[in-house]
């Protein structure tokens, strides 16, 4: 069964050389997942064996916080990756969030138990003609960004991080007992930049350690993602 919660407040967000990361058009799928609710551990598994291996799409767990209570402190939660969903719910006009849920290019919501609604939107988004035009390249602890937009937005430029692959014994809660492994586990999210779209953007940012970079260009205030990259 899905879970829900009502939402209460009102929520304000080492590799030598250069390595490109442009892949066609990738297409931004969030799980928003608890590692205290019964209902996720099908879609964490979707998202492992489907999806995080897909150069097509950019798989993105993220661990929400309001399961914690209920017996089981979740240790890849971060109230942050909450407000971030309820951004996304407050701007669709829902009044609550739930695990698990997927969000597509954030702007499609679907129960993250639904593979084929999901194979279906990351289809359709694939197949749209992307507005932003985003180059993103890595060298050592150094990213650098480059994004041109034929559109004018208010948008944000993020830099996510992620742990590939992590397994966890539960010891209490709805998944006591269990064993499960989890995949593409956001662990640093950071808005790096703000940007309006009426002139090129270029700039360079730190990226500490060896593992993925992913740099996503969305619409403020829970909007559209516009152009996504990674850099492994």
């Known amino acids: 069964m899905t879970r829900v919660a009502a939402i209460f407040a009102t929520v304000w967000c080492v590799l030598?050389?250069?390595?490109?990361a442009q892949t066609?058009?990738?297409?931004?799928?969030?799980l928003y997942t608890s590692q205290g609710c019964s209902s996720c551990p099908p879609a964490d598994e979707y998202l492992r064996t489907q999806l995080a291996g897909r150069d097509d799409v950019i798989a993105l767990a993220l661990h929400v916080d309001y399961w914690d209570y209920i017996g089981w402190k979740d240790n890849f939660a971060d109230p942050a990756y909450t407000n971030r969903q309820k951004l996304y719910a407050q701007a669709a006009g829902h009044r609550s969030v739930y695990t698990p849920q997927m969000i597509v290019n954030g702007e499609d919501h679907v129960v993250g138990t639904h593979p084929s609604k999901v194979e279906k939107l990351i289809n359709a988004h694939k197949a749209k003609a992307p507005t932003v035009e985003l180059s993103v390249s890595r060298k050592g602890n150094r990213l650098r960004i480059e994004a041109e937009a034929a559109t004018?937005?208010?948008?944000?430029?993020?830099?996510?991080?992620?742990?590939?692959?992590?397994?966890?014994?539960i010891k209490r809660g709805e998944n006591a007992g269990k064993t499960l492994t989890y995949a593409n586990i956001v662990d640093e999210w950071t808005v790096a930049k703000s940007w309006n779209g009426r002139s090129a953007l270029k700039f360079e940012a730190n990226s500490k350690g060896e593992?993925?970079?992913?740099?996503l260009v969305q619409v403020a205030n829970g909007?559209?993602?516009?152009?996504a990259a990674r850099v492994e």
């Open 223 to 227: 909007g559209p993602i516009l152009a």
């Open 16 to 20: 030598s050389g250069a390595v490109y």
């Open 152 to 169: 004018r937005q208010d948008m944000r430029v993020h830099i996510v991080r992620y742990l590939g692959s992590e397994k966890v014994s």
């Open 211 to 215: 593992g993925p970079v992913v740099v």
């Open 24 to 30: 066609t058009n990738p297409v931004v799928v969030e």
